[in-house]
Protein backbone atom coordinates (compact mmCIF):
# COMPACT_ATOMS: atom_id res chain seq x y z
CA UNK A 1 0.00 0.00 0.00
CA UNK A 2 1.67 3.23 -0.60
CA UNK A 3 1.09 5.63 1.92
CA UNK A 4 3.94 8.26 4.19
CA UNK A 5 4.81 7.84 7.52
CA UNK A 6 5.75 10.97 9.09
CA UNK A 7 6.78 12.02 5.64
CA UNK A 8 8.86 8.89 5.56
CA UNK A 9 7.92 6.65 1.94
CA UNK A 10 7.24 2.78 3.08
CA UNK A 11 9.28 0.76 1.03
CA UNK A 12 8.13 -0.56 -2.28
CA UNK A 13 6.08 -3.81 -2.80
CA UNK A 14 6.31 -6.19 -5.92
CA UNK A 15 2.77 -6.73 -7.57
CA UNK A 16 0.88 -9.40 -5.88
CA UNK A 17 0.26 -12.65 -7.49
CA UNK A 18 -2.99 -13.56 -9.71
CA UNK A 19 -6.38 -14.49 -8.32
CA UNK A 20 -7.62 -17.81 -9.01
CA UNK A 21 -11.73 -18.30 -9.96
CA UNK A 22 -12.50 -19.57 -6.53
CA UNK A 23 -10.88 -16.78 -4.92
CA UNK A 24 -12.82 -15.66 -1.75
CA UNK A 25 -14.01 -12.42 -1.29
CA UNK A 26 -12.52 -10.48 1.65
CA UNK A 27 -15.08 -10.77 4.81
CA UNK A 28 -15.81 -7.11 5.26
CA UNK A 29 -14.23 -4.99 8.41
CA UNK A 30 -16.32 -5.03 11.30
CA UNK A 31 -19.12 -2.28 11.58
CA UNK A 32 -18.07 -1.45 7.80
CA UNK A 33 -19.96 -2.62 4.61
CA UNK A 34 -17.57 -3.26 1.41
CA UNK A 35 -18.80 -1.28 -1.31
CA UNK A 36 -20.67 -3.37 -4.47
CA UNK A 37 -18.11 -3.78 -6.65
CA UNK A 38 -19.12 -4.26 -10.41
CA UNK A 39 -17.38 -7.60 -12.69
CA UNK A 40 -14.85 -6.86 -14.87
CA UNK A 41 -15.19 -7.90 -19.09
CA UNK A 42 -13.70 -11.49 -18.69
CA UNK A 43 -10.31 -11.38 -21.04
CA UNK A 44 -9.52 -14.78 -22.70
CA UNK A 45 -9.00 -17.72 -20.57
CA UNK A 46 -8.73 -16.00 -17.06
CA UNK A 47 -10.84 -15.93 -14.23
CA UNK A 48 -13.57 -13.22 -13.63
CA UNK A 49 -12.55 -10.64 -10.48
CA UNK A 50 -14.41 -8.19 -8.77
CA UNK A 51 -13.43 -4.39 -9.38
CA UNK A 52 -13.75 -1.90 -7.08
CA UNK A 53 -16.52 1.46 -8.01
CA UNK A 54 -14.09 4.17 -9.54
CA UNK A 55 -14.50 7.29 -7.47
CA UNK A 56 -15.88 10.47 -9.27
CA UNK A 57 -13.10 12.34 -8.75
CA UNK A 58 -9.51 10.76 -9.32
CA UNK A 59 -6.77 11.87 -7.08
CA UNK A 60 -3.37 12.56 -8.98
CA UNK A 61 -1.30 8.56 -9.37
CA UNK A 62 1.42 7.86 -7.29
CA UNK A 63 4.49 8.04 -8.89
CA UNK A 64 5.72 4.53 -9.66
CA UNK A 65 8.13 2.35 -6.99
CA UNK A 66 11.65 1.15 -7.32
CA UNK A 67 12.04 -2.60 -8.09
CA UNK A 68 11.19 -4.40 -4.25
CA UNK A 69 14.57 -5.21 -2.15
CA UNK A 70 15.28 -9.42 -1.93
CA UNK A 71 13.26 -11.26 0.52
CA UNK A 72 15.05 -12.44 3.72
CA UNK A 73 15.69 -16.50 3.31
CA UNK A 74 15.38 -16.32 7.44
CA UNK A 75 11.55 -15.95 6.59
CA UNK A 76 11.32 -18.62 4.57
CA UNK A 77 8.45 -20.04 6.82
CA UNK A 78 5.77 -17.52 6.28
CA UNK A 79 4.10 -16.98 2.97
CA UNK A 80 3.97 -20.94 2.17
CA UNK A 81 1.11 -21.20 0.28
CA UNK A 82 2.01 -24.33 -2.06
CA UNK A 83 2.16 -22.83 -5.18
CA UNK A 84 2.38 -19.46 -4.77
CA UNK A 85 5.04 -17.74 -6.47
CA UNK A 86 6.78 -16.58 -3.14
CA UNK A 87 6.17 -19.80 -1.69
CA UNK A 88 8.08 -19.87 1.88
CA UNK A 89 8.61 -16.51 1.71
CA UNK A 90 7.13 -13.44 3.54
CA UNK A 91 5.25 -10.68 1.25
CA UNK A 92 7.47 -7.91 1.20
CA UNK A 93 6.13 -4.78 2.80
CA UNK A 94 3.04 -6.85 3.77
CA UNK A 95 2.26 -5.75 7.46
CA UNK A 96 1.81 -8.93 10.28
CA UNK A 97 -1.20 -10.41 10.75
CA UNK A 98 -3.40 -7.86 12.29
CA UNK A 99 -1.81 -4.91 11.78
CA UNK A 100 -1.34 -2.11 9.09
CA UNK A 101 1.06 -0.20 7.54
CA UNK A 102 0.63 2.13 10.55
CA UNK A 103 -0.32 -0.26 12.82
CA UNK A 104 -3.84 -0.23 12.35
CA UNK A 105 -6.19 -3.20 12.29
CA UNK A 106 -5.90 -4.33 8.54
CA UNK A 107 -9.61 -4.90 8.19
CA UNK A 108 -9.89 -1.05 8.52
CA UNK A 109 -7.68 1.82 5.87
CA UNK A 110 -6.59 4.03 8.39
CA UNK A 111 -5.36 7.22 5.84
CA UNK A 112 -8.22 9.68 5.58
CA UNK A 113 -9.56 10.79 2.19
CA UNK A 114 -8.33 6.93 0.57
CA UNK A 115 -10.65 5.24 -1.64
CA UNK A 116 -10.90 2.77 0.21
CA UNK A 117 -10.42 4.42 4.06
CA UNK A 118 -11.97 2.14 6.33
CA UNK A 119 -12.13 -0.80 4.19
CA UNK A 120 -10.32 -3.62 3.63
CA UNK A 121 -8.11 -3.86 0.44
CA UNK A 122 -9.85 -5.28 -2.42
CA UNK A 123 -7.66 -8.22 -3.83
CA UNK A 124 -5.59 -8.13 -0.54
CA UNK A 125 -6.27 -11.01 1.77
CA UNK A 126 -6.93 -9.74 4.93
CA UNK A 127 -4.47 -10.65 7.99
CA UNK A 128 -4.29 -13.92 8.97
CA UNK A 129 -5.82 -15.47 5.38
CA UNK A 130 -3.93 -17.28 2.65
CA UNK A 131 -3.56 -16.10 -0.62
CA UNK A 132 -5.65 -17.18 -3.41
CA UNK A 133 -4.02 -19.55 -5.39
CA UNK A 134 -2.44 -18.38 -8.41
CA UNK A 135 -2.74 -19.62 -12.12
CA UNK A 136 -0.15 -20.97 -13.60
CA UNK A 137 2.69 -19.56 -13.38
CA UNK A 138 6.25 -20.75 -12.54
CA UNK A 139 7.20 -21.18 -9.08
CA UNK A 140 9.46 -17.77 -8.20
CA UNK A 141 9.41 -16.41 -12.07
CA UNK A 142 9.87 -12.40 -12.12
CA UNK A 143 7.70 -10.14 -12.65
CA UNK A 144 4.68 -12.26 -11.47
CA UNK A 145 1.52 -11.34 -13.56
CA UNK A 146 -0.43 -8.32 -13.23
CA UNK A 147 -3.44 -8.97 -11.10
CA UNK A 148 -6.64 -6.86 -11.44
CA UNK A 149 -7.29 -4.13 -8.39
CA UNK A 150 -3.89 -3.45 -8.70
CA UNK A 151 -2.32 -0.54 -10.15
CA UNK A 152 0.49 -0.55 -12.42
CA UNK A 153 2.81 1.41 -9.86
CA UNK A 154 4.54 -1.20 -8.58
CA UNK A 155 2.42 -0.51 -4.85
CA UNK A 156 -0.27 -1.65 -3.24
CA UNK A 157 -2.65 0.25 -5.35
CA UNK A 158 -1.09 3.71 -4.23
CA UNK A 159 -3.59 6.96 -4.55
CA UNK A 160 -4.49 6.01 -8.33
CA UNK A 161 -7.94 4.80 -8.94
CA UNK A 162 -8.49 1.53 -10.41
CA UNK A 163 -9.67 1.07 -13.55
CA UNK A 164 -11.88 -1.19 -15.56
CA UNK A 165 -9.95 -3.41 -17.78
CA UNK A 166 -9.90 -2.61 -21.50
CA UNK A 167 -8.45 -5.37 -23.64
CA UNK A 168 -5.80 -3.66 -25.65
CA UNK A 169 -2.58 -4.08 -27.91
CA UNK A 170 0.26 -5.17 -25.57
CA UNK A 171 1.96 -0.82 -24.82
CA UNK A 172 5.35 0.03 -25.90
CA UNK A 173 6.21 1.08 -22.65
CA UNK A 174 9.32 3.16 -22.85
CA UNK A 175 9.58 3.65 -26.63
CA UNK A 176 8.94 7.05 -27.26
CA UNK A 177 11.70 7.81 -24.40
CA UNK A 178 13.76 5.27 -26.09
CA UNK A 179 13.31 7.22 -29.68
CA UNK A 180 14.36 10.93 -27.88
CA UNK A 181 17.84 9.04 -26.65
CA UNK A 182 18.70 7.74 -29.90
CA UNK A 183 17.74 10.92 -31.52
CA UNK A 184 19.79 12.53 -29.06
CA UNK A 185 22.62 10.47 -29.21
CA UNK A 186 23.10 10.87 -32.81
CA UNK A 187 22.88 14.42 -32.84
CA UNK A 188 26.02 13.72 -29.72
CA UNK A 189 27.51 11.42 -32.66
CA UNK A 190 27.05 14.01 -35.41
CA UNK A 191 28.48 16.35 -33.51
CA UNK A 192 31.98 14.50 -32.84
CA UNK A 193 32.45 13.86 -36.43
CA UNK A 194 31.29 12.11 -39.63
CA UNK A 195 33.77 9.85 -39.12
CA UNK A 196 32.85 8.05 -36.24
CA UNK A 197 29.30 7.80 -37.98
CA UNK A 198 31.12 5.95 -41.07
CA UNK A 199 33.24 3.61 -38.28
CA UNK A 200 29.54 2.93 -36.84
CA UNK A 201 27.56 2.28 -39.93
CA UNK A 202 30.38 -0.09 -41.40
CA UNK A 203 30.33 -1.93 -37.98
CA UNK A 204 26.59 -2.70 -38.15
CA UNK A 205 26.10 -6.66 -36.95
CA UNK A 206 22.79 -6.41 -37.34
CA UNK A 207 22.50 -8.36 -40.59
CA UNK A 208 21.85 -5.06 -42.44
CA UNK A 209 23.16 -4.40 -46.10
CA UNK A 210 25.66 -0.92 -46.32
CA UNK A 211 26.11 -0.06 -49.61
CA UNK A 212 29.10 1.33 -51.06
CA UNK A 213 30.34 2.94 -54.64
CA UNK A 214 31.88 0.98 -56.96
CA UNK A 215 35.13 0.21 -57.04
CA UNK A 216 36.22 2.23 -60.04
CA UNK A 217 38.32 4.91 -60.41
CA UNK A 218 37.15 8.84 -60.18
CA UNK A 219 37.80 10.81 -62.89
CA UNK A 220 38.54 14.95 -62.15
CA UNK A 221 38.49 17.26 -65.16
CA UNK A 222 42.10 19.30 -65.64
CA UNK A 223 39.67 22.56 -65.30
CA UNK A 224 38.37 21.52 -61.89
CA UNK A 225 40.03 22.56 -58.75
CA UNK A 226 41.05 19.28 -57.82
CA UNK A 227 42.75 18.94 -61.13
CA UNK A 228 44.40 22.39 -60.87
CA UNK A 229 45.55 21.74 -57.61
CA UNK A 230 46.91 18.29 -58.60
CA UNK A 231 48.74 19.60 -61.29
CA UNK A 232 50.32 22.68 -59.14
CA UNK A 233 51.01 21.31 -55.89
CA UNK A 234 54.22 19.58 -57.73
CA UNK A 235 55.53 23.03 -58.28
CA UNK A 236 55.15 24.59 -55.22
CA UNK A 237 57.38 24.37 -52.01
CA UNK A 238 57.42 24.99 -48.29
CA UNK A 239 60.34 27.89 -47.46
CA UNK A 240 62.31 27.55 -44.14
CA UNK A 241 64.47 30.60 -43.57
CA UNK A 242 66.21 31.06 -40.67
CA UNK A 243 69.09 33.65 -39.38
CA UNK A 244 72.49 32.50 -37.93
CA UNK A 245 71.06 32.41 -34.85
CA UNK A 246 68.27 29.69 -35.77
CA UNK A 247 65.45 32.10 -35.83
CA UNK A 248 62.76 32.42 -38.74
CA UNK A 249 59.81 31.03 -39.88
CA UNK A 250 58.01 29.71 -42.63
CA UNK A 251 56.87 30.50 -46.44
CA UNK A 252 55.44 29.10 -49.50
CA UNK A 253 57.51 29.81 -53.16
CA UNK A 254 57.00 27.79 -56.77
CA UNK A 255 58.74 26.74 -59.53
CA UNK A 256 59.65 29.97 -61.83
CA UNK A 257 62.60 27.88 -64.01
CA UNK A 258 63.98 24.69 -64.72
CA UNK A 259 67.14 25.86 -63.56
CA UNK A 260 65.98 25.58 -60.10
CA UNK A 261 64.91 29.51 -59.03
CA UNK A 262 62.15 29.75 -56.79
CA UNK A 263 60.23 33.41 -56.36
CA UNK A 264 58.75 33.94 -53.03
CA UNK A 265 58.06 37.13 -51.05
CA UNK A 266 60.77 39.51 -49.53
CA UNK A 267 59.61 39.03 -46.20
CA UNK A 268 60.10 35.24 -45.92
CA UNK A 269 63.37 35.43 -46.78
CA UNK A 270 64.55 38.29 -45.65
CA UNK A 271 65.47 36.94 -41.93
CA UNK A 272 68.02 34.60 -43.76
CA UNK A 273 69.64 37.21 -46.44
CA UNK A 274 72.89 37.53 -44.09
CA UNK A 275 74.63 34.50 -43.46
CA UNK A 276 71.28 32.76 -42.86
CA UNK A 277 69.92 29.01 -43.58
CA UNK A 278 67.04 28.59 -46.27
CA UNK A 279 65.80 25.47 -47.36
CA UNK A 280 63.24 24.20 -50.00
CA UNK A 281 60.68 20.90 -49.29
CA UNK A 282 58.46 19.79 -52.12
CA UNK A 283 54.96 17.71 -51.48
CA UNK A 284 56.73 14.67 -52.19
CA UNK A 285 59.12 15.38 -49.03
CA UNK A 286 62.15 15.66 -50.97
CA UNK A 287 64.12 18.42 -49.77
CA UNK A 288 66.53 21.37 -50.95
CA UNK A 289 69.10 23.64 -49.56
CA UNK A 290 69.04 27.08 -51.54
CA UNK A 291 70.27 30.29 -51.32
CA UNK A 292 68.94 33.89 -51.53
CA UNK A 293 69.53 35.05 -55.36
CA UNK A 294 68.16 38.54 -54.65
CA UNK A 295 65.68 40.23 -52.86
CA UNK A 296 63.45 43.46 -53.24
CA UNK A 297 61.73 45.00 -49.96
CA UNK A 298 59.86 47.74 -51.39
CA UNK A 299 58.21 44.93 -54.09
CA UNK A 300 58.32 42.20 -51.49
CA UNK A 301 59.38 39.59 -53.71
CA UNK A 302 62.11 37.57 -54.02
CA UNK A 303 64.20 34.91 -55.70
CA UNK A 304 66.02 31.61 -54.08
CA UNK A 305 67.84 28.84 -56.00
CA UNK A 306 67.93 25.71 -55.01
CA UNK A 307 71.53 24.17 -54.84
CA UNK A 308 71.91 20.66 -56.77
CA UNK A 309 68.51 21.60 -58.63
CA UNK A 310 66.72 18.48 -59.45
CA UNK A 311 66.37 17.98 -63.61
CA UNK A 312 62.56 17.47 -63.79
CA UNK A 313 61.66 20.49 -62.86
CA UNK A 314 57.62 22.02 -63.74
CA UNK A 315 58.25 25.59 -63.72
CA UNK A 316 54.37 26.70 -63.42
CA UNK A 317 53.12 28.81 -65.98
CA UNK A 318 52.64 32.58 -66.16
CA UNK A 319 49.08 33.99 -66.53
CA UNK A 320 48.02 37.69 -67.41
CA UNK A 321 47.36 39.66 -64.27
CA UNK A 322 45.96 42.40 -66.30
CA UNK A 323 43.30 40.50 -67.78
CA UNK A 324 41.72 39.34 -64.56
CA UNK A 325 38.28 40.35 -63.64
CA UNK A 326 36.68 40.81 -60.81
CA UNK A 327 34.47 37.74 -59.59
CA UNK A 328 37.27 35.39 -61.61
CA UNK A 329 37.74 32.28 -59.57
CA UNK A 330 41.08 31.84 -57.63
CA UNK A 331 42.96 28.68 -56.27
CA UNK A 332 45.48 29.77 -53.20
CA UNK A 333 48.37 26.95 -52.28
CA UNK A 334 50.44 27.12 -49.28
CA UNK A 335 51.54 26.45 -45.97
CA UNK A 336 49.31 28.20 -43.67
CA UNK A 337 50.45 28.01 -40.08
CA UNK A 338 52.92 25.39 -40.94
CA UNK A 339 50.20 23.24 -43.02
CA UNK A 340 52.04 22.35 -46.00
CA UNK A 341 50.06 21.86 -49.12
CA UNK A 342 47.34 23.59 -48.28
CA UNK A 343 44.89 24.67 -51.46
CA UNK A 344 42.01 26.96 -50.33
CA UNK A 345 39.77 28.43 -53.24
CA UNK A 346 37.88 32.01 -53.65
CA UNK A 347 37.55 34.91 -56.21
CA UNK A 348 39.22 37.93 -57.31
CA UNK A 349 37.16 40.58 -55.11
CA UNK A 350 39.04 43.19 -56.55
CA UNK A 351 41.37 45.20 -58.55
CA UNK A 352 44.39 47.62 -57.70
CA UNK A 353 43.50 47.99 -54.36
CA UNK A 354 46.49 49.77 -52.88
CA UNK A 355 48.02 48.09 -50.07
CA UNK A 356 51.01 49.03 -48.23
CA UNK A 357 52.07 45.95 -46.17
CA UNK A 358 55.58 45.25 -43.66
CA UNK A 359 56.38 42.04 -41.83
CA UNK A 360 56.20 44.38 -38.39
CA UNK A 361 60.06 43.71 -37.65
CA UNK A 362 61.86 46.34 -36.25
CA UNK A 363 63.69 48.95 -38.94
CA UNK A 364 61.49 46.97 -41.50
CA UNK A 365 60.25 49.54 -43.96
CA UNK A 366 56.80 49.44 -46.30
CA UNK A 367 56.21 47.59 -49.43
CA UNK A 368 53.68 49.07 -51.76
CA UNK A 369 51.20 47.25 -54.35
CA UNK A 370 48.37 47.60 -56.44
CA UNK A 371 47.10 43.96 -55.21
CA UNK A 372 44.76 41.46 -56.71
CA UNK A 373 42.40 41.21 -53.59
CA UNK A 374 41.24 37.78 -53.08
CA UNK A 375 38.74 36.01 -50.34
CA UNK A 376 40.49 33.00 -50.60
CA UNK A 377 41.56 32.04 -47.39
CA UNK A 378 45.02 33.33 -47.45
CA UNK A 379 47.42 33.09 -43.70
CA UNK A 380 50.60 33.22 -42.20
CA UNK A 381 52.54 30.62 -44.04
CA UNK A 382 50.96 31.39 -47.34
CA UNK A 383 53.03 34.10 -47.87
CA UNK A 384 54.80 33.66 -51.39
CA UNK A 385 52.79 31.19 -52.88
CA UNK A 386 50.82 31.41 -56.12
CA UNK A 387 47.64 32.73 -56.97
CA UNK A 388 45.83 30.87 -59.73
CA UNK A 389 43.39 31.41 -61.69
CA UNK A 390 40.74 28.34 -63.39
CA UNK A 391 43.53 27.46 -65.54
CA UNK A 392 45.80 26.80 -62.96
CA UNK A 393 48.00 29.69 -64.61
CA UNK A 394 49.45 32.15 -62.02
CA UNK A 395 48.28 35.65 -61.51
CA UNK A 396 49.79 36.38 -58.30
CA UNK A 397 52.09 36.27 -55.87
CA UNK A 398 50.01 36.22 -51.89
CA UNK A 399 51.84 38.74 -49.77
CA UNK A 400 49.43 40.17 -47.30
CA UNK A 401 46.12 40.05 -45.09
CA UNK A 402 44.03 42.24 -43.63
CA UNK A 403 42.59 41.11 -40.25
CA UNK A 404 40.37 41.99 -37.35
CA UNK A 405 42.59 40.74 -34.87
CA UNK A 406 45.67 39.84 -33.75
CA UNK A 407 45.93 36.36 -32.63
CA UNK A 408 45.05 32.94 -33.91
CA UNK A 409 46.72 31.16 -31.10
CA UNK A 410 50.18 31.68 -31.68
CA UNK A 411 49.83 35.95 -31.67
CA UNK A 412 49.66 35.78 -35.28
CA UNK A 413 46.72 37.54 -37.82
CA UNK A 414 44.58 34.77 -39.17
CA UNK A 415 42.32 34.83 -42.47
CA UNK A 416 38.64 37.16 -42.96
CA UNK A 417 38.66 36.47 -46.44
CA UNK A 418 40.65 39.99 -47.55
CA UNK A 419 43.87 38.89 -48.52
CA UNK A 420 46.07 40.48 -51.23
CA UNK A 421 48.19 39.46 -54.29
CA UNK A 422 51.26 41.33 -55.74
CA UNK A 423 50.06 40.89 -59.60
CA UNK A 424 52.04 38.59 -61.65
CA UNK A 425 52.82 40.93 -64.28
CA UNK A 426 54.83 43.23 -62.12
CA UNK A 427 56.38 40.17 -60.42
CA UNK A 428 57.60 38.41 -63.00
CA UNK A 429 59.99 41.55 -64.10
CA UNK A 430 61.07 42.25 -60.75
CA UNK A 431 62.07 38.46 -60.76
CA UNK A 432 63.77 38.43 -63.69
CA UNK A 433 65.49 41.62 -62.87
CA UNK A 434 66.99 39.76 -59.69
CA UNK A 435 68.02 37.06 -61.35
CA UNK A 436 69.82 38.98 -63.90
CA UNK A 437 71.73 41.69 -61.69
CA UNK A 438 70.78 40.28 -58.02
CA UNK A 439 69.23 43.63 -57.57
CA UNK A 440 65.83 45.31 -57.39
CA UNK A 441 65.10 47.84 -60.13
CA UNK A 442 62.43 50.70 -59.36
CA UNK A 443 60.17 52.84 -61.96
CA UNK A 444 59.76 56.51 -60.29
CA UNK A 445 58.56 60.08 -61.38
CA UNK A 446 61.20 61.73 -59.29
CA UNK A 447 58.55 63.64 -56.21
CA UNK A 448 58.56 63.30 -52.79
CA UNK A 449 54.50 63.05 -51.77
CA UNK A 450 52.83 62.46 -48.38
CA UNK A 451 51.87 59.35 -47.27
CA UNK A 452 48.79 60.00 -45.12
CA UNK A 453 45.09 59.77 -45.82
CA UNK A 454 42.98 62.91 -46.34
CA UNK A 455 44.42 64.83 -48.81
CA UNK A 456 42.37 63.55 -51.82
CA UNK A 457 45.25 62.37 -53.83
CA UNK A 458 48.95 62.50 -53.46
CA UNK A 459 50.54 65.82 -52.56
CA UNK A 460 54.06 66.95 -53.45
CA UNK A 461 55.28 67.97 -49.98
CA UNK A 462 59.15 69.48 -49.06
CA UNK A 463 61.37 72.40 -50.20
CA UNK A 464 62.18 73.30 -54.40
CA UNK A 465 64.99 70.80 -54.06
CA UNK A 466 63.88 67.71 -51.89
CA UNK A 467 60.21 67.61 -53.56
CA UNK A 468 60.73 67.50 -57.06
CA UNK A 469 64.08 66.05 -58.24
CA UNK A 470 65.87 67.97 -60.32
CA UNK A 471 66.08 67.56 -64.23
CA UNK A 472 63.84 64.02 -63.14
CA UNK A 473 60.31 63.17 -64.61
CA UNK A 474 58.09 64.95 -62.57
CA UNK A 475 60.24 68.32 -63.14
CA UNK A 476 60.34 67.96 -66.70
CA UNK A 477 56.71 67.35 -66.55
CA UNK A 478 55.93 71.02 -65.25
CA UNK A 479 54.92 69.50 -61.11
CA UNK A 480 56.00 71.79 -58.42
CA UNK A 481 55.95 71.45 -54.76
CA UNK A 482 52.27 71.53 -53.59
CA UNK A 483 50.21 69.99 -56.33
CA UNK A 484 47.65 67.15 -55.83
CA UNK A 485 48.42 64.18 -58.36
CA UNK A 486 44.93 62.83 -58.78
CA UNK A 487 45.00 60.25 -61.43
CA UNK A 488 47.46 57.88 -62.87
CA UNK A 489 46.75 56.78 -66.31
CA UNK A 490 42.98 55.72 -65.84
CA UNK A 491 43.43 54.81 -62.11
CA UNK A 492 42.10 56.88 -59.25
CA UNK A 493 44.75 58.08 -56.99
CA UNK A 494 43.59 59.25 -52.88
CA UNK A 495 46.88 58.82 -51.01
CA UNK A 496 50.64 58.61 -51.86
CA UNK A 497 50.63 54.72 -51.33
CA UNK A 498 48.38 54.24 -53.82
CA UNK A 499 50.37 56.44 -56.35
CA UNK A 500 53.82 54.20 -55.44
CA UNK A 501 51.90 51.26 -55.73
CA UNK A 502 50.85 52.42 -59.41
CA UNK A 503 54.27 53.47 -60.50
CA UNK A 504 55.96 50.15 -59.66
CA UNK A 505 53.28 48.25 -61.76
CA UNK A 506 55.49 49.50 -64.47
CA UNK A 507 58.46 49.41 -65.71
CA UNK A 508 61.35 52.15 -66.13
CA UNK A 509 60.76 54.02 -69.37
CA UNK A 510 57.16 53.75 -69.54
CA UNK A 511 55.19 56.37 -70.70
CA UNK A 512 52.03 57.47 -68.70
CA UNK A 513 49.48 60.46 -67.96
CA UNK A 514 49.26 62.42 -64.99
CA UNK A 515 46.81 64.35 -63.40
CA UNK A 516 46.97 66.97 -61.06
CA UNK A 517 45.81 70.14 -59.30
CA UNK A 518 46.97 73.47 -58.59
CA UNK A 519 45.54 76.87 -57.38
CA UNK A 520 41.83 74.65 -57.70
CA UNK A 521 42.39 74.03 -61.22
CA UNK A 522 43.28 70.67 -63.20
CA UNK A 523 46.10 69.63 -65.25
CA UNK A 524 47.36 66.71 -67.23
CA UNK A 525 50.30 65.79 -68.27
CA UNK A 526 52.97 62.53 -69.40
CA UNK A 527 55.25 61.78 -67.91
CA UNK A 528 58.11 59.32 -69.06
CA UNK A 529 59.02 57.14 -65.81
CA UNK A 530 62.84 56.90 -64.82
CA UNK A 531 64.27 54.09 -62.57
CA UNK A 532 66.01 53.55 -59.37
CA UNK A 533 68.41 50.77 -58.53
CA UNK A 534 68.22 48.73 -55.17
CA UNK A 535 66.29 48.94 -51.90
CA UNK A 536 68.71 52.19 -50.90
Request: overall charge negative.
Amino acid sequence: MSSENEGTAVSPVPSAPPASEETPAAPPAADRPVPPVPAAPPAANAPTEQLPPVPTEQPAAAPASPPPPAPDAAQGAQGAQAGHPYAAQPHAGQPAAGQSAAGQPAAAHPQAGHPYAGQPHPGHPQDGQPYPAPTQQAVGAWPPPAVPGYANDGGWGGTAPLQQPVPQQPRKKGRGGLIAAVLVAALVAGGIGGGIGFGLAGSDSSGSTVVSAGGGSVQRAPESVAGVAAAALPSTVTIDAQNSGGEGGTGTGFVFDTEGHIVTNNHVVAEAVDNGKVTATFPDGKKYDAEVVGHAQGYDVAVIKLKEAPSDLKPLALGDSDQVAVGDPTIAIGAPFGLSNTVTTGIISAKNRPVASSDGGAGSKASYMSALQTDASINPGNSGGPLLNADGAVIGINSAIQSASGGFGTGQAGSIGLGFAIPINQAKFVAQELIKTGEPVYAKIGASVTMTEGEGGARIVGDSDSAVEPGGPAAKAGLEPGDVITRFDDKAIDSGPALIGEIWTHKPGDKVELTFERDGREKTVEVTLGSRVGDN
